[in-house]
């Protein structure tokens, strides 16, 4: 009886204690529902407030905050070789006050509204801001002493145009069911490449697209609207123009009445490149990329109306353009010909296209027109007209123009996009979101292309890497871009020194993204390259078991 009375208890004081845990897992469940749930009352967290656009902060204005931060933190010194310390004309301050002037040239065109509205600017060849760069390069050249220095004009190809924006807008339409207040939001950014648009002005609902693979893009209905495609460029933007254009072309034929292409791109910057999309066209910068992109998100997904554009366009298209280059002759102790060639034509600022390599190239011409640094090789330098204008190239009118020096060159060397500072994702963001591109120390890589892969002159820039520390990219290459093209007709090899950086062709390639120390690594450089081609014999410099790549190419 006793045993059973026991049990009875225990059992008893085993309830007691599961009900007292059932009533903590219910006053908990309870504490964690009311910790859920919206606070009422005093001390209540307010409910977020519907903002404008989705609440997706606006971008900046055009140029509002720099492309690319630039810190205290300098690039690394240059190197000065012993026996070089004299060499003042190759120091980088020298050099780097040239580039302010030649910069000053695109910023004049854009003060004084060379083309249009003043949306556009640059040294464009063709127009006055390129023929005062020109003729500034020659009184460089007189001043440094060179006595044979030529002023040759070229004209315009019979059949080519040049077409230019000469103003233009791209606003997004606000509308209430996008958040209480949105107004009206102009791209700043917008960058038009042709063609006109019918009438001057269209509205239309945009759609994105993507990368603008057919994979995708094939099952998105574009007609009677802008399709957005989204472009992450590799290097520079010329990398893919090929994929741009034909996904253009491919919406324009499938009934798009135009095609964006975002620029995945450092900061907010207009963008001159890419195009021949089928239907008018338009760059947009990183930015206002990526402020589209998350409205176009959120629109996706809210019960909205479509998210539509308007955009304008006037523009002008110039024929029978002239333009000249400046070419200095510097008298060697062989006939023999060496061609350092930097063209001088840019869109918008172009501190690294090609402010850089020209203001070079006025550094060299200074450093062999000295009688204790005189050439070997007859030295020919020529401030170019360029290659961005339809119809006018530079080296393609100084070879009609020089067909003796052409005949006698056994090596051309074109100079250009080569003292950017290298720069790349940081670890911040922008107050939109936008993650910040950040300049390191150095300068961008560099390739050094060789048309005909000669040991010899690859053997130089290996050289160049430790004597000088110039960041060449490590793999060897026949590349010929840019302005090599226009020199494919001489007896010899073209050496092509070019960068490949982001900002290329646009509104960021400014003053600030340029190394002074690089500006002199490089000139020291081409200074002892071209002091080493001219002891060599021809056949180091152009092998007769190595072939040249004949290949054109356009920038």
């Keep these: 009886m006793q045993a059973r009375q026991r049990h009875v208890a225990r059992g008893s004081r085993r309830w007691q204690w599961l009900a007292r845990l059932v009533v903590l897992a219910a006053a908990a469940s309870a504490v964690s529902g009311a910790a859920q749930q919206p606070a009422r009352g005093r001390g209540a967290a307010p409910t977020p407030k519907p903002e404008p656009w989705f609440s997706v902060p606006l971008p900046p204005k055009l140029g509002g905050s720099p492309a690319v931060l630039v810190g205290d933190r300098g690039a690394r010194p240059a190197i000065v070789p012993s026996g070089e310390a004299n060499f003042h004309e190759l120091e980088g301050k020298t050099i780097r006050a040239d580039l302010e002037t030649i910069v000053g040239f695109s910023k004049e065109s854009r003060a004084t509204k060379e083309v249009g509205s003043g949306q556009l600017w640059g040294r464009i060849s063709g127009l006055p801001s390129s023929a005062k760069t020109i003729d500034w390069a020659a009184g460089e050249f007189r001043k440094a002493g060179i006595k044979d220095v030529r002023i040759q004009p070229m004209t315009q190809d019979p059949n080519a145009r040049l077409w230019l924006a000469t103003s233009w807008e791209f606003k997004l339409l606000g509308d209430a069911s996008y958040g209480p207040g949105t107004k009206d939001v102009v791209l700043e950014s917008a960058t038009p490449l042709g063609p006109d648009i019918p009438g001057g002005t269209m509205t239309a609902p ?4 993507g990368s603008g693979n057919p994979a995708v893009a094939q099952h998105i209905d574009v007609k009677g609207k802008i399709a957005v495609q989204l472009v992450i460029p590799q290097a520079h933007s010329l990398f893919e123009r090929g994929p741009v254009s034909q996904h253009g072309q491919d919406f324009a034929k499938r009934g798009a009445v135009a095609v964006v292409n975002i620029l995945r791109q450092p900061g907010n910057e207009y963008a001159r490149d890419l195009g021949n999309c089928g239907a008018p066209c338009f760059n947009i910068g990183g930015r206002d ?27 002008e298209t110039k024929t029978g353009l002239t333009a000249k280059n400046a070419v200095a002759v510097i008298p060697g102790r062989s006939d023999e010909v060496i061609v350092l060639d930097a063209h001088a034509d840019a869109w918008f600022d172009g501190a690294g296209d090609n402010g850089d390599g020209l203001s070079v190239l006025i550094a060299l011409a200074r450093h062999f027109a000295k009688p204790e640094n005189r050439p070997a090789r007859t030295l020919v330098l020529i ?118 950086p982001p900002l290329y062709h646009t509104s960021g390639e400014t003053l600030d993204i340029i190394s002074t120390p690089g500006l002199e690594r490089m000139a020291r450089f081409i200074a002892y390259f071209v002091k080493e081609v001219g002891k060599a014999p021809v056949a180091q410099i152009n092998p007769p078991d190595h072939p040249i790549h004949r290949g054109r190419a356009d920038e």
């Design 383 to 500: 401030a170019s007209a360029g290659h961005h204008t339809t119809g006018l190239n530079g080296p393609r009118g100084f070879m009609a123009a020089n067909p003796d020096l052409a005949k006698r060159a056994v090596l051309a060397i074109n100079i250009e996009h080569v003292a950017q500072r290298n720069f790349a994702l940081g670890r911040s963001v922008a107050a939109d979101g936008y993650r910040d591109f950040v300049a390191d120390s150095g300068e961008a890589p560099i390739t050094a292309g060789i048309t005909n892969e000669s040991p010899f002159l690859n053997t130089l820039f290996q050289q160049g890497v430790a004597r000088y520390g110039t960041n060449f990219v490590s793999e060897p290459s026949p590349m010929a871009s840019g302005e090599s093209g226009g020199f494919a007709d001489i007896n010899g090899a073209v050496v092509t020194i070019m960068q490949a």
């Design 289 to 315: 990329g990526w402020f589209l992109e998350r409205v176009l998100d959120r629109a996706a997904t809210a019960d909205v109306a479509p998210v539509r554009a308007q955009v304008t366009l006037k523009s």
């Design 206 to 209: 945009l759609v994105y697209v």
